[in-house]
């Protein structure tokens, strides 16, 4: 006797929805845990003795997370997204509860590998899990959910991880995964619905994942360690560069003649995922740039705390929810187009807002920048996911929104580079504008120059001591030039919100002719709108 094949469109509602709540509970634990670390990475550094590879603890997830996304999107088409969830979900408790109890920091840094593999896979499957769930016409407002998740997680990990470390110990960001993620097996234990094709035999693109994974390892550890490690002009940039040239000239050529291909060639036809990938990849570079130094802006400009400026940080999230869910709901009503239009121009607003702050900018200006920014950040997440799923074949949609979010997840790792690029370019100069010839010379020309301001072994901050025994300057220079620094600093970060607004702003053109193909159901009723 035939089993039944599961669809959305027989699926029990009750199972659903537990369904769609495990994966939105396991997406938000995903998130943020990706920004976790942040707030509590001195105490893990002063416990672990391993300030030398402080970097790793974020880029080790980060690099686990995006090369897996595209190898468990695909499976998830060939195998179905319950088996891949689960095994994302074991990895990512497993990396958890080992890391609470890391004795080294290199033992630490393996743990965040091993979550970065779970999060990449919970993350996609979860997203293209929405479309085998519900209809077409459905889609929108629970990826706008979803895209409401995707903010909160991201926002509130370094509040979460300040808290926890503060007031109990760093161990705990870890264990809190575990209940939670107990919750979310609970509630996904109920069967799925089938992939199309699971009857067929299954054909494991190995060359192809091997290949993109090295790719993508090169490239993301190129914008990671650029200008740091390494100078952006040097052997090793060319060298990598090259390397990451000539793996994606084998890589399409592999792809081309995969049976089942990582990321099938054709996509590149579908104009609907190709102007996906360009908005999605502007939103992580514009999303992770404006977070990361919108905090550090707060933290060394305005004199928040860390946890001061991870609370505010939530105006962000607030604004990201309100439109996450508002175009979700409304997206069946209203079409793609206005919100693909709108969301770039109010994004705009919120960072040019940003790029005028400055020294002495009050708290209450500062929140409303983010929120601003939060709410146009939030009309594009749900919006294009729903586009490229109602596009895409339903044997190919795991593929298809494993593609949008790894570009979404390069475009965050760029974002910070791109970021720290535009200031450090801006930065040497207003040094030399604003300070005087013998203090320019005694310090660095880049950012770096913030880090003169700490406290050193004796408490008292570098700067001071060597203005105060090499160039014998009085309270009131000492004051001044810090002033300055601080200064330079602000109209460097300044500089980068508007170049990343104008950045961010070109895409409502593209908007202008985003346009998505009518989909119908079975009854062969229009689904949306036309744009």
């Not at 997406?27 to 672990?48: H, K, Q, S, W, Y």
């Not at 234990?189 to 992939?195: A, H, Y």
């Amino acid at each position: 006797m035939a089993v039944e094949q599961i669809t959305y469109k027989n699926i029990d509602p009750k199972v659903r929805r537990m369904i769609m709540l495990g994966l939105g509970l396991a997406m938000l634990i995903a998130c943020f845990d990706g920004t976790i670390v942040g707030t509590c990475a001195p105490r893990i550094i002063e416990d672990l003795h391993g300030a030398e590879l402080y970097a790793w603890m974020i880029t080790a997830y980060m690099l686990c997370e995006t090369v897996m996304i595209p190898i468990s999107g695909k499976l998830s088409d060939l195998y179905g997204r319950k088996p891949l969830f689960l095994i994302g979900l074991g990895l990512f408790v497993a990396g958890s509860f080992v890391a609470g109890l890391s004795t080294s920091m290199e033992m630490f840094i393996v743990c965040r590998a091993v979550q970065g593999l779970g999060g990449g896979i919970l993350i996609p499957v979860a997203t293209a899990a929405v479309a085998d769930l519900y209809s077409p016409r459905e889609r929108a407002k629970m990826q706008g959910i979803l895209g409401a998740v995707f903010g909160i997680g991201s926002g509130i990990g370094p509040l979460i991880g300040g808290y926890i470390t503060e007031y109990i110990s760093w161990h705990w960001i870890f264990y809190i995964n575990i209940p939670m993620a107990i919750v979310s097996t609970i509630l996904t234990l109920k069967k799925f619905p089938t992939p199309i094709n699971n009857d067929s035999e299954v054909h494991i693109d190995k060359a192809g994942i091997l290949l993109l994974s090295v790719m993508l390892i090169d490239v993301l550890l190129f914008f990671q360690f650029g200008g740091d490690k390494f100078e952006w002009v040097s052997v090793t940039s060319f060298a990598m560069i090259a390397l990451a040239l000539v793996l994606l000239v084998l890589f399409v050529k592999v792809e081309n003649k995969a049976v089942e291909p990582i990321i099938a060639p054709h996509l590149i036809h579908n104009k609907v995922v190709v102007k996906a990938a360009l908005f999605m990849f502007i939103f992580g570079l514009a999303m992770m740039g404006g977070m990361t130094y919108s905090s550090m802006f707060s933290i060394y400009v305005l004199g928040f705390s860390v946890l001061d400026s991870a609370y505010y940080s939530l105006a962000l999230v607030a604004g990201m929810m309100i439109t996450a869910l508002s175009s979700g709901a409304l997206l069946l009503r209203t079409g793609y187009r206005i919100w693909v239009i709108v969301g770039p121009i109010v994004s705009f607003i919120g960072m040019y807002m940003l790029s005028q702050m400055t020294l002495g900018t009050t708290v209450e200006y500062y929140i409303l920048c983010l929120f601003v920014f939060g709410l146009g950040l939030g009309c594009m997440m749900g919006v294009i996911m729903t586009a490229v799923q109602n596009s895409s074949k339903q044997s190919e949609i795991g593929m298809t929104t494993s593609a949008v979010n790894l570009i979404r997840s390069v475009g965050a790792t760029i974002g910070t580079a791109v970021f720290a690029m535009l200031i450090a370019n801006k930065i040497n100069g207003e040094l030399q504008t604003l300070l005087p010839p013998e203090v320019y010379d005694l310090v660095p020309h880049n950012s770096g120059v913030l880090d003169m301001l700490a406290p050193d072994a004796s408490g008292m901050p570098q700067l001071f001591t060597l203005l105060y025994t090499q160039l014998h300057y009085t309270a009131d220079q000492i004051a001044q030039t810090v002033h300055d620094i601080l200064l330079a600093f602000a109209n460097s970060v300044d500089f980068a919100f508007i170049a990343g607004g104008c950045l961010i702003l070109l895409l409502a053109l593209i908007g202008l002719v985003f346009k998505v193909e009518e989909n119908h159901d079975e009854d062969n009723e229009v689904v949306l709108p036309e744009d």
